[in-house]
T-cell receptor
C-alpha cells in the first residue's frame, strides 16, 4: 500500500529565509510524486511533479524538490520565502498510469513572517 | 485552456433540498474526479469517471449521485444531505493515463448544509 507522511503540520519561516517542507512516501512500485499548493478558499494547484525523469525537479514560483529513493523522500524547498508563499502545501503519490488514486499527505501550513 | 470551472462557488441548502454541483473542463481530459475536503484536511476521493464511465466510487453515501453527461462535464447531485456533509467539493481532471499525470483542480464549491 502507498502512503505519504508530511512532517510538521505547521512551518514558520521569516521572509527571505529558506523554505523546507518534508515529505516521505512508501510505495511498492516506482512512485509518481507531486506537490500541490492551496491558497485559502481555492482549489489545489500543481507546484511540481516527479515522474521518473530527473531526480531534481523544478516547479513554479521558485520551488524545487529532490527525489531521493534511498531516503524515500521528496522534500520541497525554496531558497527565499516570500509573503505570498503562505499557504497549505500537500504532497501526493500515485502508482502511475492506469490508476486514478492519488494519496495525499495531511498537509503543511506555511506561515511567512515579515 | 487549462482551467477546470466549478459552479456554484457557494451553496447553502437544507437537509430536504435537492441541488447539483457542476464542473466543466475543455482540456480533452478523459478522467474526471470529485473530491471532498473538510477544513484543515487533505482532499478525499469520492468518485472517478474515466471515458464517461464511473470507474471508482469510494463507498460514498447514495445521497451523493455523480453524473458525467459528456467528456467535458461532471455533475454531483445532492439530496437529503446531512450537516456533516458541509465541506469544499473539488472537481479535478487528468489525462486518461490517470496517476501518471497531475490533477487539474477547480476552485471548488463551498457547501453548507443547514
Amino acid at each position: 500500500a502507498q502512503s505519504v507522511t508530511q512532517l510538521g503540520s505547521h512551518v514558520s519561516v521569516s521572509e527571505g529565509a529558506l523554505v523546507l517542507l518534508r515529505c516521505n512516501y512508501s510505495s511498492s512500485v516506482p512512485p509518481y510524486l507531486f506537490w500541490y499548493v492551496q491558497y485559502p478558499n481555492q482549489g489545489l494547484q500543481l507546484l511540481l511533479k516527479y515522474t521518473s525523469a530527473a531526480t531534481l525537479v523544478k516547479g513554479i514560483n521558485g520551488f524545487e524538490a529532490e527525489f531521493k529513493k534511498s531516503e524515500t523522500s521528496f522534500h520541497l524547498t525554496k531558497p527565499s520565502a516570500h509573503m505570498s508563499d503562505a499557504a497549505e502545501y500537500f504532497c501526493a503519490v500515485s502508482r502511475g498510469s492506469g490508476t486514478y488514486k492519488y494519496i495525499f499527505g495531511t498537509g503543511t501550513r506555511l506561515k511567512v513572517l515579515a | 485552456d487549462t482551467e477546470v470551472t466549478q459552479t456554484p462557488k457557494h451553496l447553502v441548502m437544507g437537509m430536504t433540498n435537492k441541488k447539483s454541483l457542476k464542473c466543466e473542463q475543455h482540456m480533452g481530459h478523459r478522467a474526471m474526479y470529485w473530491y471532498k475536503q473538510k477544513a484543515k484536511k487533505p482532499p478525499e476521493l469520492m468518485f472517478v469517471y474515466s471515458y464517461e464511465k464511473l470507474s471508482i466510487n469510494e463507498s460514498v453515501p447514495s445521497r451523493f449521485s455523480p453524473e458525467c453527461p459528456n467528456s467535458s462535464l461532471l455533475n454531483l447531485h445532492l439530496h437529503a444531505l446531512q450537516p456533516e456533509d458541509s465541506a469544499l467539493y473539488l472537481c479535478a481532471s487528468s489525462q486518461e493515463t490517470g496517476g501518471a499525470g497531475e490533477l487539474f483542480f477547480g476552485e471548488g464549491s463551498r457547501l453548507t448544509v443547514l
